[in-house]
């Protein structure tokens, strides 16, 4: 079993890896709080890379998802069984997924069991949208698909938030958050989705609708930042939002998304503001 550094150095790396969104706003946050957002993060991308997976069968990853969900829900995080269960795809599976027990154990304790509700949940609400090919029918759908892959990441975050110093935030506007990213993704992912023979538009939806879409939700996830008083929290919330605001405009302008130049300055500016 890791000690600590070892452990903390992994985290660092493995999550440099798997999210640029993430990675930097992360760095940011002081000790205590990077340790937990981070190991909450990994939580989270492990269970979504199942998901994700290109190659892997559809009933094998509504097995994983459904399993690690059950898992995720005991009291204490049983390690040997999930490494049964993951054993047989570890050549698949990357490492994030694979060392879902060393995020779990790198967590403080205290929060621990919020982080594995929240990512149980995921688990489990992904499996079902496995299990529907993710067709995307109405709004409701769409509503409840965003939910699953990225409004749980704001109700986590909230969690922290008020674990961390009591800080209150509203539920919805934490789920706004999370869903205003995710629909700006969905846009900027269209033709790649198409490729895959996946598509996230409700029937009789254009781009006009879901662009109408991600505003109203990042409006929530602007709303959720006044509520939040802290200055490190609001530093790392900060920038996957503005990255999101001026993504949705790149795409409006028929740009497919921000330059890299455009990102590093969005990021500085926030950071020496």
Known sequence: ??????????AMKVLKQTSRTFYIPIKLLNKTLRK????AYLCMRAVDEMEDHEEMDAEVKQHLLNETSHLLKEDVFNREAYHQLVAPYEKELPEVTLRLADWIEFCPEDIQQK???STSEMAEGMAKWVGKDWEVKTKEDLDEYTYYVAGLVGVMLSDIWNWYD??????DL????GRGLQAVNILRNIDEDAERGVGFFPNDWSKKEMFAYAEANLQKADEYMTQIST???LLFCRIPLALAHKTLNALKSGKEKMSRDEVEETVDKIINS
Not at 166 to 171: L, N, S, Y
Not at 174 to 177: F, L, S
């Open 115 to 117: 982080v594995k509700d």
């Open 174 to 177: 934490a789920i706004g958050y």
């Open 231 to 233: 200055k490190n929290i």
């Open 166 to 171: 009591g800080t209150e935030t509203d539920r």
């Open 1 to 10: 079993m890791s000690n600590k550094a070892t452990l903390e150095k992994d």
């Open 36 to 39: 937990t957002v981070g190991s």
